[in-house]
Structure formats: C-alpha cells, structure tokens
C-alpha cells in the first residue's frame, strides 16, 4: 500500500491542488524540489515513501489526465544527442538569425563558471547560466580527470581571472567532491588566477531558509568520518532563492557598460543576419 493509497479521495485531492498551486507559483522545478516545498509547507512527511507514494505518483497522474502541464516540471537527467539539421539554407539562415549570441565575456575582465553536483538541476540553474552566457559545469558527483582537465584548459586559455562557483549538497561527499575539483583545477592549469566559491548549501542557508534535513550516511562512507550533524540536498533550496544565489554571483564580474557595448552590437548584427537572401 502506497503512502497516497493510504489517504482519502479528498485529501488526495487536496494534495493535487497544492501541487498545482505550487508549481503554477513557480515553473520548471524538478520533482525533488517540489517534495522539499512540500515537506516545508507541511503537506507531507519527509520520507522516501511519500517522495515517490505522493509527489511522484501524484505528479504523473496529474500530468496524464491533462491536469499539469508537463513543462512545469523539469528532467534533466534523460536527454538525446541528434545533429541540428535544416530543410533548407533559408530555415538555416533564419534560425541562426534568432539564436545569435555574441560571446558576453570576450570583453570582460573576467570569466565565470557555475558549477552544479546535481544534473536534475541543471534545467533550473540553466535559465540564469543561459542569460549570461556563463557555462554551466554539471558533474553529477565525483567529475573524470577528463571532464576537469578540459575545463582546466579551457580556463587557462581564457587568461584572464576565472571565479568558479558551486551549488551542492552539504553532505559528506558534496563538501568533498567541491574540494576535489578545486585540487585538479590547480593541479592542471597552475598558472591560472582562479578564485573558488562554494555558493550552497552552507551552513548559514541551512538556517536561514529552515531547509528539510535527512540523516547523514555513514556506514561504509569514509568521507563522513569528520562530518557532524545532518544532511541537506541542495534541491532544498527554494527555486526563486537559487536562481538569484546564480545571478548575484555572475552579475558581481560583470561591466555593465562594456555589456551594453556587446548587446548593441549584437542586436545589430542579428538585424543583418535578418537581411541575408539566399542567391543561385
């Protein structure tokens, strides 16, 4: 028997209409953030049973009866690899007409990197890291040598002061797997100036937005031997208050008159991609 089954027909309803409420307040979230609002505003227990008995069975129930939109909630963990394609030269042009970007930090003093431990986040974070042109770094737990030696390279050539921040959880392997990308970073580009910010979950947060604790694994985990007290994923955080921790970090490297500059110019130049005619 599911935690949902365990409830009347009313009540099951009344969770519905929270969710709904939750998310229409707020959209995209992934599932795990919107058990975390749940649990805060008291709708459920924190437990594993009504994560995937209420918020998981609920939410796809209300999605396949066409009564939540299914773009509210995000999923970044499956995705496609397909090469862009066009009909035609003319769709080509017109596309990339819409889409073009000029590269914001080539005329900046800096550069800025959003590093993230939780792929289901990355559509959340991503709506920020976008707007900025920042690139967002998702290492889904301990990252290869690989992954951060590239990034390594790709910081050194840049030559320039990098500032490299990181949205994890503060959980034994979260606070290790932070310093274990910083070691490698170092280790790879030496000569790199490179500053590094744990941006959440920290200790303070914690406090200040009473976020949902859950017991620290410890059997069989050497990284929790000198690690106090509970856990906390960062999904726990509330969207709104992540996004802005993203957006105040990137926003502090930025000139903003050298990025009028670079808009206009842009603007501009899209304008004349607008004007291209294909000729035979």
């Given at each position: 028997m599911t935690a949902a089954s365990r409830r009347t027909k009313a009540e099951i309803q009344l969770l519905k209409n929270a969710f709904f409420?939750?998310?229409?307040e707020r959209h995209p979230q992934t599932v795990r953030q919107l058990?975390?609002?749940?649990?805060?505003?008291g709708l459920i227990e924190k437990t594993e049973a009504?994560?995937?008995?209420v918020v998981v069975r609920l939410c796809g129930q209300m999605r396949e009866e066409g009564n939540l939109p299914w773009e509210w909630l995000a999923d970044s963990t499956r995705w496609m690899r397909k090469p862009r394609s066009y009909s035609s030269l003319e769709e080509a042009i017109a596309r990339t007409a819409t889409t073009y970007r000029r590269a914001l930090w080539d005329n900046q003093n800096a550069y800025?990197?959003?590093w993230l431990e939780k792929e289901a986040l990355a559509g959340v974070l991503y709506e920020i890291t976008e707007m900025y042109d920042?690139?967002?770094?998702?290492?889904?737990?301990?990252?290869?040598k690989d992954f951060v030696h590239g990034a390594a390279e790709a910081i050194?050539?840049?030559?320039?002061?990098?500032y490299l921040y990181y949205f994890g959880d503060?959980?034994?392997?979260?606070?290790?797997i932070w310093r274990d990308i910083r070691n490698k970073i170092e280790r790879y580009a030496p000569v790199a100036d490179v500053?590094?910010?744990r941006v959440a979950v920290t200790e303070q947060q914690i406090a200040k937005y009473n976020l949902p604790t859950r017991p620290t694994k410890r059997e069989g985990n050497s990284h929790a031997r000198n690690f106090l007290g509970d856990s906390v994923e960062v999904d726990a955080i509330p969207v709104d208050a992540l996004q802005e921790l993203a957006r105040e970090v990137i926003e502090r490297h930025i000139d903003q008159r050298q990025l009028k500059i670079t808009m206009t110019a842009e603007e501009s130049e899209r304008e004349a991609l607008k004007g291209w005619r294909v000729t035979t």
């Open positions: 409420g939750l998310l229409a058990f975390y609002q749940a649990v805060s505003a009504d994560y995937q008995g800025v990197e959003v920042v690139p967002l770094m998702v290492v889904k737990g301990f990252p290869s050194d050539a840049r030559e320039k002061p990098a503060w959980d034994p392997s979260g606070l290790v500053e590094f910010q």
